[in-house]
């Protein structure tokens, strides 16, 4: 039993001295069995291969959502949106025409919007227009009718180739008093023209007047024609202005041919026919 103690203390002891030598050995065949067995060395360490691979997984999964695969309908939706990305249709309303003939359009719209206002603003002249007529017609016609009034009320002259030889107011031994109107000398048989439209209310003989016509005019002035060698109207008959009422003479008391012209508003007492002549649009 000694000696089996002591062979296997040897072979102990042998193997612990040998041990040294030998672990030196195993550690180099270890050494150089990892780095024949590790190829990844310069590979980038875990973390960095761990991010790639959750990027990689999201790029995945949004790509894959709901199982890992599109159906019919959604990929048919995409197919549609790829399509209106090009046909004009999309979140930009671009319309897919033509700029060149959107521009034609926008001057065709602007054309036809001018051209409408100008119609409209022709028709507003026109219609503006015939009214203004309408308003000058009118004032036309006003005017016409206020001018022939006006030319019913003017006078004129009761005879032609004549000279005043009396004057309203005067004095002399051939009147009883003051003259009491305005004489036209003209030759005997002269025309005598009424001086303005009315009615003739009185004709004959009057004594120092001689013979006498008496015209009423629509306002009431009585226009006497005195010293008449003819008369040539009667009494009721109407009158207008410038018509021949008789002729000149020299009948009652005178000094030679010529009509007395007397002036009486309202038939009353007379006035002077001079500015009465000159009132109605006539100067003596």
Do not use: C
Not at 76 to 88: I, V
């Amino acid at each position: 039993m000694g000696n089996h103690r002591a062979d296997r203390r040897g072979s102990e002891g042998t193997a612990s001295e040998s041990t040294p030598v030998a672990g030196a050995r195993a550690a180099g065949r270890r050494k150089a069995t990892r780095r024949q067995a590790n190829p990844f060395r310069k590979i980038p360490a875990v973390p960095t291969i761990v991010g790639a691979v959750a990027i990689i997984a999201a790029a995945g999964g949004a790509v894959g959502m709901g199982g890992g695969q599109l159906d019919g309908s959604q990929s048919l939706q995409l197919s549609a949106g790829a399509a209106d990305a090009f046909n004009g249709t999309d979140a930009f309303n671009f319309t897919g025409e033509d700029p060149r003939a959107q521009a034609i359009s926008r001057d065709a719209d602007r054309l036809q919007q001018a051209q409408q206002a100008a119609a409209d603003l022709k028709a507003s002249v026109n219609q503006q227009s015939e009214q203004r007529n309408a308003e000058l017609a009118s004032l036309a016609k006003s005017a016409q009718n206020r001018a022939d009034e006006i030319a019913k009320n003017l006078w004129v002259l009761p005879t032609v180739g004549y000279h005043l030889t009396a004057r309203f107011g005067q004095s002399s031994g051939l009147w009883s008093h003051n003259h009491t109107g305005l004489d036209f000398a003209a030759p005997t048989g002269t025309p005598i023209f009424a001086i303005a439209n009315g009615v003739i209310t009185f004709t004959g003989w009057d004594g120092s007047y001689g013979y006498k016509t008496v015209e009423t005019l629509p306002d009431g002035t009585e226009i006497w024609y005195a010293h008449q060698s003819a008369i040539e109207v009667s009494v009721g008959q109407k009158v207008i202005q410038s018509a021949e009422i008789g002729k000149i003479g020299s009948t009652g008391n005178v000094t030679g041919p010529h009509v007395h012209i007397e002036v009486r508003p309202g038939g009353g007492d007379p006035v002077d026919p001079y500015p009465a002549f000159v009132y109605h649009g006539v100067t003596p």
